[in-house]
Nanobody, 123 residues
Framework: QVQLVESGGGLVQAGGSLRLSCAAS????????MAWFRQAPGKERESVAV????????YYADSVKGRFTISRDNAKNTVYLQMNSLKPEDTAVYSC????????????????WGQGTQVTVSS
């Protein structure tokens, strides 16, 4: 298990950008696939982006392809989500999650979660 702490959320106008960060504790961060999920009020949690432990593999939800980029710095135990061209429908609580080794896209596959950070996009 790793402990995860997100930062970087906030209020931004449509078309703007934000970069979320997720800092992980522990010395085995490089063994974990990392993901960003989001949950809007009244909606189910959805996978936004996932990155493999070695950064070679990535997955993006169709709704964010071409706008969001997931990356990681294993030396800093941190995963990032660069969000560009933000839309009001991107408004949600964004959480990072970790699971050992392999990529997955369902929330139940991830055992470690951060507390979440609010992203609000105004129109």
């Amino acid at each position: 298990q790793v402990q995860l702490v997100e930062s970087g959320g906030g209020l931004v106008q449509a078309g703007g950008s934000l970069r979320l960060s997720c800092a992980a504790s522990g010395r085995t961060f490089s063994r974990y696939a990392m993901a960003w999920f989001r949950q809007a009020p009244g909606k189910e949690r959805e996978s936004v982006a996932v990155i493999s432990a070695n950064s070679i593999g990535t997955y993006y939800a169709d709704s964010v392809k071409g706008r969001f980029t997931i990356s990681r710095d294993n030396a800093k135990n941190t995963v990032y989500l660069q969000m560009n061209s933000l839309k009001p429908e991107d408004t949600a609580v964004y959480s990072c999650a970790a699971r050992l080794l392999t990529i997955a896209t369902t929330a139940t596959a991830f055992g470690s979660w951060g507390q979440g950070t609010q992203v609000t996009v105004s129109s």
